[in-house]
C-alpha cells in the first residue's frame, strides 16, 4: 500500500509543539540537531515507503506458519527485518558502547510510528528487541550486556517479552511459570506463556525471550516474580548459538488482524535461563521493558491512524459520488467531517505521545524527577489515547470508503483489524487508566497540577493573539484541574476507577487543545491554526461529557446486579 512518511510533521512538531529544542540544547543528546534529526527522519521514512509499505498486504494474506515446528514468516518479511537492521533502526536510542546511535526516544518515537504506519505486523519484532535492549542495559549483569546487547542492537538476534499465560493475564503475578537455580548461575525455566508476538522467526541468528517467573522461595503475586533472560539457541563460548534449550513453539493463534506477527504459546521445560535484575525483583525490571513497550504501542496506534488516514484521503478524493464542486466524495460535509476528524486526532495523538518521548529524554538528560514524574504520568494517556486514535481513525477510514470498506482488497479494513489489539496488549487501555488515577496520582495529583499550570499559562499568553482559541482551551483545563481535585479526594478507589477511562480521555481532549493551540501559534494564518480552530471548537468539548462520566463514580456501574445483566 502506498504510503507517504510525515516527516514535516514531525519537523513542526518537534520544533513548534514538543519542546524538542530543550533536548536538543543537552549535553546528553547535543548531537541531535534539526538537521541530524531530519537526515534520520527522512531516511526513516525511505525505508518505509519503498521496503515497509508492500509488505502490509502480504503479511495479511499471508500469515506467519508453523510447519513441523519451524515457523515461517510472511513473504518478504526476512527483507524488510534485514532493513531495519541494517538501517540501525533497531538501536537508535540504544547505548553507543554496544552499537546503538545513542540518540534521543523522541527520535525513536517517531521512527517506530512510520514503521507502524507502513506494516506493523512486522514494526512490532523490532519494537520488542528494543525493549528487550533498555531492560538489559538497566537491569542485566555486565557479562549478559557484553554478549547480547550487540546483537539485539544488530538485528542479528531478536528478542520476546513474556509474562502472559492461561490464568495471568492483567494480573500478572497469578504467573505459575518456575525457575528453578541449576547450581551454577543459571536457571532452569519451566511453564507455559500465552500470546508470545514473535516468540519465533525465520529471520534471525538467535531469539532471546525475555521470561517472568517465580523462584522456589518466590512470594506469591507481583513480589515473588523473577525475571530471565532464555535464548532459544544457547550461546556457545565464543557467544554463537549453540546447542538448542528446552523450549518450543507449542503453536500459534489465529487473529482478527496483525497477521504478519505471529502470535505464539511458547512451552518452556526446564530451558536454561540467566537471571536480570535482583531475585524476586522481576517486576521492577520488567516495567523498564513495559514502559517503553507503553509508548511503542502508542506509536503503534498512531502510527495506524496516519496509515488509514491517507489511505481513506486517496480514496476519497477518487471516488465519484453525487453532485460536488471537484466530483468527488471529498466535498461532502460529512466526508469532510471525517477526514478533518481523522486528521486533527492524528495530530492531537502524535504530539501527546512525542511529549510523552520529551519527556523521557528529558528525565535521562537532566535526572531531574519532575520530568520523570511527567514521562509517567503522559504514558499510560499516550499508549490508551493514541491506541483509541488508532482504531476510532481506521474505523472511519472504512466509512469513507462506503461498502469498499468492507471489502478486503481495498486494504481500509485490514487497518482496522490491525490496530484493534493495540488497545488490548502491554495493559489493556482499563488497565492504562486505572494506572492514571492510582499509582500516577499517588503524588497527590502533584505531576498532574503542574502540567495543567503550564497548559493555562501557554492558553493565558495566547490570549492577546488567539482569544478565540486560548480562551476554551483554559476553560477545558480549568474544567480538568476540577476533576482532578475530586478525583484524588476520593477514598474509595472503585469510584475512582469506575471514571478512570472517561477521566484519560479527557485529558488528552485537553492536551490534544494544547498542542492545537501551539501548532496554531507558530502558523496563524496557515493550515495548521484551521485545523487547530477545527479540534478546539469540534473535539476538545467531548471532554465536558467525560469529565461528568469521570466524576460519576461507581455506584450508577453497579445499579444492576449480575443477574439483572443478564435479565
Ligand atoms: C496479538 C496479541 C499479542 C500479544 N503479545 C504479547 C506478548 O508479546 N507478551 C505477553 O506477555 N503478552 C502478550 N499479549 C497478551 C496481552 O498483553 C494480554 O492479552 C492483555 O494483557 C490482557 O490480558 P488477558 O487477555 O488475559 O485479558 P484479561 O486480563 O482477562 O482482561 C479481560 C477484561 O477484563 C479487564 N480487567 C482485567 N483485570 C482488571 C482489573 N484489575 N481492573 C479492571 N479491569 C480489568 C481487562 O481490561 C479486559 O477488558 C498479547 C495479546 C495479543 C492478543
Same mark, same amino acid.
Given at each position: ?75 518478504? =518479511? #526476512?527483507?524488510?527485518?534485514?532493513? /531495519? ?31 507502524? #504506519? ?77 500470546? /508470545? ?111 488509514? =488516514? ?49 519527556? /523521557? ?19 499510560? /494517556? ?30 481500509? #479494513?485490514? =487497518? ?152
Amino acid at each position: 500500500m502506498p504510503y507517504r512518511a510525515p516527516v514535516s510533521d514531525y519537523e513542526f512538531l518537534f520544533r513548534h509543539v514538543v519542546g524538542f529544542d530543550q533536548v536538543a540544547a543537552s549535553e546528553r543528546f547535543a548531537d541531535a540537531d534539526a538537521d541530524v534529526v531530519s537526515a534520520i527522519l527522512t531516511e526513516a521514512g525511505k525505508m518505509c515507503e519503498e521496503v515497509m509499505a508492500p509488505l502490509q498486504r502480504p503479511g495479511d494474506l499471508e500469515p506467519a506458519r508453523l510447519e513441523n515446528g519451524m515457523l515461517r514468516t510472511s513473504p518478504g =518479511y #526476512a527483507d524488510g527485518w534485514k532493513a /531495519i537492521a541494517e538501517g540501525g533502526w533497531i538501536g537508535i536510542s540504544a547505548d553507543p558502547e554496544h552499537g546503538g546511535m545513542g540518540l534521543p526516544m523522541t527520535v525513536t518515537t517517531a521512527v517506530n510510528e512510520m514503521m507502524s #504506519a507502513s506494516c506493523l505486523s512486522l514494526q512490532l519484532a523490532p519494537l520488542m528487541s528494543q525493549g528487550q535492549i533498555e531492560a538489559l542495559e538497566h537491569h542485566a549483569s555486565d557479562a549478559l550486556k557484553e554478549l547480547y546487547l550487540p546483537k539485539l542492537i544488530s538485528g542479528e538476534w531478536a528478542g520476546t517479552m513474556n509474562l502472559t499465560e492461561p490464568q495471568a493475564g492483567s494480573d500478572v503475578g497469578a504467573l505459575s511459570s518456575k525457575a528453578e537455580p541449576n547450581g551454577d548461575g543459571t536457571y532452569a525455566v519451566t511453564g507455559q506463556k500465552i500470546f /508470545i508476538s514473535w516468540g519465533d522467526n525465520d529471520f534471525c541468528g538467535n531469539v532471546c525471550h525475555l521470561v517472568l517467573a517465580r523462584l522456589p522461595d518466590g512470594v506469591p503475586g507481583t513480589k515473588g516474580i523473577s525475571l530471565f533472560l532464555v535464548p532459544k539457541f544457547i550461546p556457545d563460548e565464543d557467544g554463537n548459538p549453540g546447542v538448542a534449550n528446552d523450549l518450543k513453539v507449542v503453536s500459534l493463534e489465529h487473529k482478527m488482524g496483525l497477521h504478519g506477527s505471529p502470535t505464539c504459546v511458547m512451552q518452556y521445560d526446564g530451558a536454561k535461563g540467566w537471571l536480570v535484575g535482583a531475585e524476586h525483583g522481576g517486576m521492577a525490571a520488567m516495567f523498564t521493558m513495559m514502559n517503553n513497550a507503553r509508548l511503542g504501542v502508542g506509536g503503534q496506534g498512531v502510527g495506524s491512524a496516519e496509515g488509514a =488516514y491517507q489511505h481513506a484521503l486517496a480514496y476519497a478524493l477518487e471516488r465519484k459520488q453525487g453532485k460536488t464542486p471537484s466530483g468527488t466524495i471529498i466535498d461532502h460535509a460529512d466526508v469532510r467531517r471525517m477526514l478533518m476528524e481523522m486528521k486533527a486526532d492524528v495530530f492531537a495523538a502524535r504530539a501527546i505521545l512525542l511529549a510523552n518521548a520529551v519527556a /523521557i529524554d528529558m528525565g535521562t538528560a537532566t535526572g531531574d524527577p519532575e520530568w520523570a514524574a511527567r514521562a509517567a504520568l503522559l504514558t499510560p /494517556i499516550a499508549k490508551a489515547f493514541g491506541t483509541e486514535t488508532g482504531i476510532r481513525v481506521a474505523d472511519t477510514g472504512v466509512q469513507v470508503h462506503g461498502g469498499m470498506g468492507f471489502i478486503e482488497e481495498t486494504g481500509a #479494513a485490514q =487497518y482496522y483489524r490491525d490496530a484493534r489489539v493495540t488497545a488490548i496488549y502491554e495493559g489493556t487501555n482499563g488497565i492504562q487508566a486505572m494506572d492514571l488515577v492510582g499509582r500516577k496520582m499517588t503524588d497527590g495529583g502533584e505531576a498532574a497540577a503542574r502540567l495543567l499550570d503550564e497548559i493555562e499559562t501557554h492558553a493565558e499568553s495566547a490570549r492577546a493573539r488567539l482569544p478565540e482559541l486560548a480562551e476554551p482551551v483554559w476553560q477545558a483545563t480549568e474544567t480538568l484541574r476540577e476533576t482532578t481535585e475530586w478525583l484524588v479526594a476520593q477514598g474509595d478507589m472503585t469510584d475512582r476507577f469506575a471514571g478512570a477511562l472517561p477521566y484519560l480521555r479527557a485529558f488528552a481532549r485537553v492536551l490534544g487543545g494544547h498542542y492545537h493551540l501551539a501548532a496554531a501559534l507558530a502558523d496563524p494564518e496557515g493550515p495548521r491554526a484551521r485545523l487547530a480552530r477545527f479540534y478546539i471548537n469540534a473535539l476538545l468539548p467531548e471532554h465536558a461529557g467525560q469529565l461528568a462520566q469521570a466524576q460519576n463514580g461507581a455506584g450508577d456501574l453497579f445499579a444492576l446486579s449480575a443477574d439483572e445483566l443478564a435479565a
